[in-house]
């Protein structure tokens, strides 16, 4: 008997163990071949399965269910208007494979304007948003732009252990240095720590030629002393790989709940209204999934998610924000 194992780690969302069991027995001219195959897809620290409480749709089933575009809509009251002048806030995120973006689209309407989707989205213009530049699944870089102050984060990729991040400021920022982060994972892709280091004067993103994790950490601790420290955050996860709060020790609904979800989400007496491509977010999930989950994750990359919640007064999804681990 010859006995092989072959492990092939494929970038992206999913790990394939390809265990080979050879086994050869030969009588006379008969010869008898064994193969066993198995697959193990990388989870989401964000997959708390498929449930009435917290629904995770990861990329692959939100691509299934052709989400291509979710639209986020908000009346501003008419005596508090935005910064821009707007009193109609809306928010538009777009799907690829190559990348995902999330744009902000402010809005100025007569006191009169009678709320209809085509009137409000007809001439919209851009002001400034973010955006995740992904890679087989894997986020490359992401951060803000437009008009504004915004950071942009550059990821470099040490195999599976290690991600470093130059964070720089883009658009009015001035003069400011990069500031860069170490994120380090163990063997399951589980993000367990991150570290933000002093900045240091003249500091400058990634070099085209990439260096060695040897050369980079000695950038990072250019401005650590003993005045400046590195701050470090650590993430906390159950059994399952499934990120917690750092006091809990497994699931609570409604703890995790609480990492995406505030009252004050639900008390905004203004309109609001999501949708997917033009229909009601509500009306979409519920034809897909059959239910209307309370909190519906929609997966970015495997280190972050968009949050949508059901209210329970009107049965609507209200946007509630966008957590990604990896810094």
């Known amino acids: 008997m010859n006995l092989h194992y072959m492990r092939l780690l494929i970038l992206g969302n999913c790990k394939i163990n390809i265990e080979i069991k050879h086994v050869m027995k030969t009588t006379g001219l008969f010869v008898s071949l064994f193969f066993y195959v198995t697959i193990i897809f990388a989870q989401s620290p964000f997959d708390y399965g498929r449930s009435k409480q917290i629904y995770f749709l990861s990329g692959e089933v939100r691509d299934s269910l052709e989400i291509e575009e979710i639209t986020y809509v908000v009346q501003l009251p008419e005596n508090d208007r935005g910064g821009m002048g707007e009193n109609w806030d ?100 589980m993000l367990l720590y991150s570290v933000n280091y002093p900045t240091t004067e003249g500091s400058d993103m990634f070099p085209e030629e990439k260096l060695s994790l040897s050369a980079i950490n000695e950038i990072l601790m250019e401005g650590v002393n003993e005045e400046n420290h590195p701050d470090t955050i650590f993430y906390n996860y159950n059994k399952s790989g499934l990120f917690i709060k750092p006091e809990e020790k497994d699931i609570q609904y409604e703890s995790i709940k609480s990492i995406f979800v505030s009252e004050s989400h639900f008390n905004y007496k203004e309109f609001q209204q999501c949708y997917i491509g033009k229909i009601e977010m509500e009306k979409f999930i519920s034809k897909k999934l059959r239910i209307l989950p309370d909190l519906l994750l929609i997966e970015i990359y495997r280190y972050g998610v968009f949050s949508f919640a059901l209210n329970p007064a009107n049965k609507k999804y209200y946007r509630t924000g966008t957590l990604v681990l990896e810094q």
Not at 92 to 101: A, C, D, G, K, N
Not at 117 to 122: I, P
Request: overall charge negative; proline content about 4%.
């Open 90 to 189: 809306v928010t538009v995120i777009q799907f690829s494979p190559e990348s995902i973006t999330d744009d902000w689209y402010p809005i100025s309407m007569p006191a009169t304007f009678k709320y209809n989707f085509d009137s409000l989205t007809s001439d919209m213009k851009f002001l400034n948003g973010s955006r995740y530049e992904l890679s087989e699944g894997i986020a490359g870089s992401y951060g803000g732009g437009g008009y504004g102050s915004f950071d942009w984060k550059d990821i470099e990729r040490y195999g599976d252990s290690i991600s470093i991040i130059a964070t720089s400021c883009v658009g009015h920022c001035g003069d400011q240095p990069v500031r860069f982060s170490k994120n380090v994972f163990n063997d399951a892709g």
